[in-house]
């Protein structure tokens, strides 16, 4: 369970209010201001999705490197890092034992 902060919520609340007006519009007939919202939730999620595309290759990037370079984590390391992660969620996605 996360802790949302009160911008989170007036966030989550103005892209709800926007959704409702957009399908509003769209049961009433208009459709190029359904298609504005719904278009520019595209966009949002393009950034974002390019975003979280730009740490993943630079986080390869970085093992890569380390391979080059003839270093890598050892086992110790890697389950210390691990265990240091502080999102549950994200921990059980990590292997347990590297590969």
């Known amino acids: 369970m996360t802790v949302s902060t009160g911008t989170d919520l007036r ?3 103005v892209e709800l209010a926007a959704e409702r007006d957009a ?3 769209q049961l009433c007939g208009d459709l190029p201001k359904a298609t ?3 278009q ?4 949002r999620q393009a950034a974002a999705l390019d975003a979280l ?5 630079s986080q390869r990037f970085v093992l ?3 391979t080059d370079l003839g270093r890598s984590l050892t086992t110790e ?3 210390s890092a691990r265990a240091a992660v502080g999102n549950d969620a994200l ?9």
Do not use: S
């Open 23 to 25: 399908l509003r519009a």
């Open 91 to 99: 921990r059980d996605r990590i292997d347990a034992d590297p590969a």
């Open 11 to 13: 966030a989550q609340l």
């Open 53 to 57: 595309h730009r740490r993943v290759v």
């Open 40 to 43: 520019r939730k595209v966009w």
């Open 36 to 38: 504005r919202w719904l």
């Open 64 to 66: 890569r490197t380390l």
């Open 77 to 79: 390391e890697y389950r």
